[in-house]
């Protein structure tokens, strides 16, 4: 049984920097991707960023490319997401999500807030 726990949200001033990291157990394959998506409030939820575990090949949406930056350790099956340059539409909650050939997880959330 696959479990994110997210860390790192928090509220910060325009410009500001905040680091999110997501923690993942249960996880026993060695190819799969983890990313990064948020939910504003009235907003669908959508991707920010994700990185295939294999070859560390990341994505970003263009709203993310040049502020974020997507990292991950394999050993301990963490996912970091370093967010930079944040502007109050940055402002949702952000979850963590892994998805291989035969698992896919969420996990709880953890909200970001710019002001």
């Known amino acids: 049984h696959v479990q994110l726990v997210e860390s790192g949200g928090g509220s910060v001033q325009a410009g500001g920097s905040l680091r999110l990291s997501c923690a993942a157990s249960g996880v026993t394959a060695s190819w799969y991707w983890a990313g990064w998506f948020r939910q504003a409030p009235g907003q669908e939820r959508e991707a920010v960023a994700a990185?295939?575990?294999?070859?560390?090949?990341?994505i970003y949406t263009d709203s993310a490319k040049g502020r974020f930056t997507i990292s991950q350790d394999n050993a301990s099956k963490t996912v970091v997401l370093q967010m930079s340059s944040l502007r109050s539409e940055d402002t949702a909650l952000y979850y963590c999500v892994m998805n291989g050939a035969l698992f896919k997880a969420w996990g709880q959330g953890t909200q970001v807030t710019v002001s």
């Open positions: 990185i295939y575990s294999g070859d560390g090949s990341a």
